[in-house]
Nanobody, 124 residues
Framework: QVQLVASGGGLVQAGDSLRLSCAAS????????MGWFRQASGKGREFVAA???????YYADSVKGRFTISRDNAKNTVNAQLNSLKPEDTAVYYC??????????????????WGPGTQVTVSS
């Protein structure tokens, strides 16, 4: 089992930045693939970014160059730095954990554990 708690969401203006954090507990964190997904109102869950245990990262095209995912294995945390935010980034952001990822990094079905989400709202 992995327990996840995300924080750092909020209300910002277009062009601003936010830093999301996800604290993990319950098992060895260093070997777990971690991901961030988001879900806007009335839409499905969308891949944002993922980071493997070896530090390799993956990004959705819509956030590439603006968002950065990182992890601190000593603190059991994964972070997402969101820069140059746009109104279309408005969504609930979820962190997810995949001790044994099934499928691709972009597919939410491959992740076994999910945090409760944190709201990010970007005003124009």
């Amino acid at each position: 089992q992995v327990q996840l708690v995300a924080s750092g969401g909020g209300l910002v203006q277009a062009g601003d930045s936010l830093r999301l954090s996800c604290a993990a507990s319950g098992r060895t964190f260093s070997g777990v693939t971690m991901g961030w997904f988001r879900q806007a109102s009335g839409k499905g869950r969308e891949f944002v970014a993922a980071i493997r245990s070896d530090g390799r990262t993956y990004y959705a095209d819509s956030v590439k160059g603006r968002f950065t995912i990182s992890r601190d294995n000593a603190k059991n945390t994964v972070n997402a730095q969101l820069n140059s935010l746009k109104p279309e980034d408005t969504a609930v952001y979820y962190c997810a954990a995949a001790p044994y990822l099934r499928g691709t990094y972009t597919d939410a079905r491959g992740y076994d554990f999910w945090g409760p989400g944190t709201q990010v709202t970007v005003s124009s």
